[in-house]
């Protein structure tokens, strides 16, 4: 049996995130049972399809549950529903963004009759605020995130994926809700009640945008395909055979790719030793460097870069994931079953070693049981809940930058104690990567806005863990944690004396989690990796962008929030396990393999066809029209679908076309196909004429998904997010006031307070020694002087030095 065997999930409504959130249960073998109307759940009818007609979307979001048929019009109906919703542990609610003729029930009266049952209710924008009720898609959504209008051509429209990213992020968000509310329960016997907010989950996205803003100011445009603010270069390009992914993020990663290129002169100019100094010179520097990779493979240029540390990948195509051998036997890529039909998709991520996840499954046919090893668990009578769902829990943060502090600041911010642990020598890079006397004294890497949003709610100690001392007190902190985490490189923590199989010794109860960019046990292990070279490297660029256009990525560093979130999730599972056996255990979670889940549709495609999936650009494989359209003013962008023949014919009628309304022929998303571009161009034509706000207003008065292509710094003073209080006003030393955005989850009306801001260098290195290890006042004098400990960045001279 699955370590989540003993769980019983219900899933009601129709939304990709309440769907995703549900089979992550599955995954590890919940008993989830898929509630659909008689013609079955409508995301069947999500393009792309198979050969045979069916929807590779909803295979990927629907493997390993059962269905369950209901007519909402029968009447009997809602009390066959209630009694399953009273006999499961977790309701996962779908109705707010599609209720799919689902019978009517009292969640209010279940739950009182029910105490400890776990609700997670899902909508577009959450029940409260200006833009509750809008009409939404996965674009519209993205859109208004701030996910949309950085990216693409300087001067042209923005350009933005397929509709299978905001839903897999809220499902994640929804899975972590519900995941550590049953961690809680083991103590209380209570159920909890969350909403989520698809909207705000995609935010997570956003938040180092957001926080780079709020002090840089209104200073990030659209660079160009493949090119994002800050630094550069941080894009893909073509070689003599294939894409290669490029970041150079530090001095010594530019001038490792100048000296492997033979570009003396790009190496050597002053003015370009800075990722932000050589972003203002792109055009110039790439026509130098492009020519010349285009000597070589992209294989060849990765062997190369691999030995000069570069973080450079091979931008693979869907049929090269296919190929991937490691990629099946890490279980990246799993079979799925769906009819008649046989093919292959992301499988999960969360790789926890000793209670692995399933490897694929069945994908339910309308009414389909599956079988299960389920034992229900013990039931706990509800003491009432009693504070944060993971209060009581300790977890010890190696990590650094974006992927690992998210991991560990969502765990925080749920009530874990989280103690993260730095060197005065080699700080978290979150702070600044300046290492030289002027930054130091003036200690700027106390007022890195980034690293204070990603690491609130934990405290901070510093210690030198390659001195014995220094490794002695991280043993003993891990020797009282339930959880560690590490982003390191694979090979760093056993190297210093701390793999997992020495702290499983110490303490059995271990979960110990690395989350490097290709896996333990990876070939490419040993691959220098950004957020943006996980994207590169996870087939996604492949099916973005226009159909004669180069692979297009997303975003700065999409892979880092990806990876945080899915190492969430993992560390949540695996800490059921360890609550209910007394086992710990070690998961080997691959950031890069965490992107592939938005390639699944495409993946599952090619494995049965065997063709290459279509680019659509900004249009959509389904939905006519579809796309982003110019509004009044300088770079002012909508994004407008139309999901539906009803859709279609309101927005018709609001643009000045009753022709077209009228014409019944044009309800149908293929015959409107022919004529796309004239759609299009009428579309633009009322949109130039309006504000972007005010075009959204009309639209969404019309009842037509759109949203406003937002920039990041647009976000703080939004009117939805200050409505419902998203963004959080914490006071840092160094820092001041400052704005911090909550989770996209929430028990009640508002959201989780902050407790506390992002720890300052050692900040609770006495609190911790002290009190927590009984160490004297002394000893710990004694360490500080030995620079074991301190609260002071070494600059770059003492720390050779040293």
């Not at 294989?299 to 051998?325: N, S």
């Not at 043993?475 to 339930?482: E, R, S």
């Amino acid at each position: 049996m699955g370590v989540l065997s003993r769980l019983r999930i219900i899933e009601i409504g129709s939304s990709a995130a309440t769907s995703y959130c549900a089979r992550l249960f599955a995954d590890f073998g919940a008993d989830v049972k898929k509630v659909e109307p008689p013609p079955g759940d409508p995301l069947r009818r999500s393009a792309p399809f198979t050969p045979r007609g069916q929807s590779a979307w909803f295979a990927f979001l629907n493997f390993n549950k059962s269905s369950i048929i209901l007519d909402g019009a029968d009447p009997h109906t809602g009390e066959e529903l209630t009694a399953l919703v009273e006999d499961c542990d977790i309701l996962v609610d779908g109705r707010d963004v599609d209720a799919a003729d689902c019978p009517p029930i009292d969640i209010s009266a279940i739950r009182q009759r029910h105490a400890g049952l776990v609700y997670l209710e899902a909508s577009w924008f959450g029940r409260e605020g200006p833009y509750a009720g809008f009409a939404a898609t996965d674009s519209t959504v993205r859109a208004l995130a701030g996910l949309i209008k950085l990216v693409g051509p300087i001067g042209g429209r923005p350009l933005h994926a397929p509709d299978f990213q905001a839903g897999i992020l809220a499902g994640l968000w929804g899975f972590i809700a519900a995941a550590s509310s049953v961690v809680a329960q083991m103590q209380s016997g209570a159920g909890r009640s969350w909403s989520l907010s698809i909207f705000e989950s995609n935010l997570t996205v956003s938040e180092f945008h957001i926080a780079e803003a709020s002090v840089c100011g209104n200073v990030m445009r659209r660079m160009g395909l493949n090119r994002f603010w800050p630094g550069g270069p941080g894009g893909i390009y073509e070689t003599k055979k294939g894409w290669l992914g490029v970041t150079t993020h530090t001095p010594a990663q530019w001038q490792a790719f100048c000296d492997m290129l033979g570009l003396s002169e790009l190496r050597d100019d002053p003015a370009l030793a800075l990722a932000e100094d050589r972003l203002l010179h792109m055009e110039s520097i790439e026509r130098l460097f492009t020519p010349r990779l285009k000597t070589r493979t992209a294989h060849k240029w990765f062997t190369e870069g691999l030995k000069r540390k570069i973080p450079i990948v091979p931008v693979p195509e869907i049929p090269d994931l296919l190929l991937d051998t490691e990629k099946k036997v890490r279980g990246a890529i799993v079979p799925v079953v769906f009819g008649e039909e046989e093919g292959f998709t992301a499988g999960s991520m969360q790789r926890l070693t000793l209670t692995p996840p399933r490897r694929g499954g069945r994908v339910p046919a309308p009414g389909e049981q599956q079988p299960f090893a389920n034992a229900r668990r013990p039931v706990t009578a509800s003491s009432g809940i009693g504070g944060l769902p993971l209060q009581g829990v300790r977890v010890i943060d190696f990590s650094m930058g974006w992927a690992g502090p998210l991991c560990t600041r969502t765990l925080a911010d749920l009530g874990a104690d989280v103690i993260k642990i730095e060197a005065m020598q080699h700080p978290d890079w979150w702070r600044g990567v300046d290492r030289r006397a002027a930054y130091v004294d003036a200690k700027m890497y106390e007022k890195a806005a980034r690293f204070s949003i990603m690491n609130r709610n934990k405290r901070g100690i510093t210690l030198d863990l390659k001195r014995p001392k220094g490794l002695a007190i991280a043993k003993q902190l891990l020797v009282g944690a339930d959880i560690v985490v590490s982003n390191y490189s694979v090979d760093v923590l056993p190297r210093l004396g701390l793999s997992y199989d020495v702290l499983k010794i110490l303490n059995p109860r271990l979960i110990m989690m690395s989350m490097s960019s290709f896996g333990a046990d990876s070939i490419r292990r040993n691959c220098r990796a950004y957020g943006s070279t996980l994207e590169q490297g996870s087939g996604l660029p492949s099916v973005v962008g226009s159909p004669e256009g180069p692979p297009s990525m997303s975003h700065t560093a999409f892979g880092d929030p990806v990876g945080g979130l899915n190492g969430c999730a993992a560390v949540l599972v695996a800490l059921l396990h360890a609550r209910n056996t007394g086992q710990g255990q070690f998961i080997d979670l691959a950031q890069i393999e965490c992107m592939m889940a938005f390639a699944a549709p495409w993946i599952i495609v090619n494995s049965i066809d065997g063709l290459s999936p279509t680019r659509y650009g900004n249009r959509h494989p389904q939905f006519v029209p579809h796309g982003s359209f110019r509004c009044a003013g300088e770079d002012n962008w909508i994004t407008i679908a139309a999901i539906d023949a009803d859709m279609w014919q309101r927005l018709a009628l609001l643009i000045g076309r009753t022709d077209w309304a009228m014409d019944e022929s044009l309800r149908s998303g293929e015959v409107r196909r022919s004529i796309e571009h004239l759609i299009e161009t009428e579309i633009e034509a009322w949109t130039a004429a309006r504000d972007a706000d005010q075009a959204m207003s009309e639209l969404q008065t019309a009842r037509v998904a759109a949203g406003v292509a937002r920039l990041p710094i647009d976000l703080l003073n939004d009117r939805h997010l200050s409505s419902r209080a998203f963004f959080q006003e914490v006071e840092r030393v160094f820092i001041g006031a400052h704005l911090q955005p909550s989770m996209p989850i929430r028990e009640g009306v508002r959201p989780y307070p902050i407790r506390t801001a992002a720890p300052t260098l050692g900040q609770h290195n006495r609190e911790i020694l002290s009190a927590l290890l009984g160490i004297s006042d002394a000893e710990i004098a004694q360490l500080a002087s030995e620079s074991i400990i301190g609260t002071a960045m070494l600059c770059e001279s003492d720390s050779l030095s040293g």
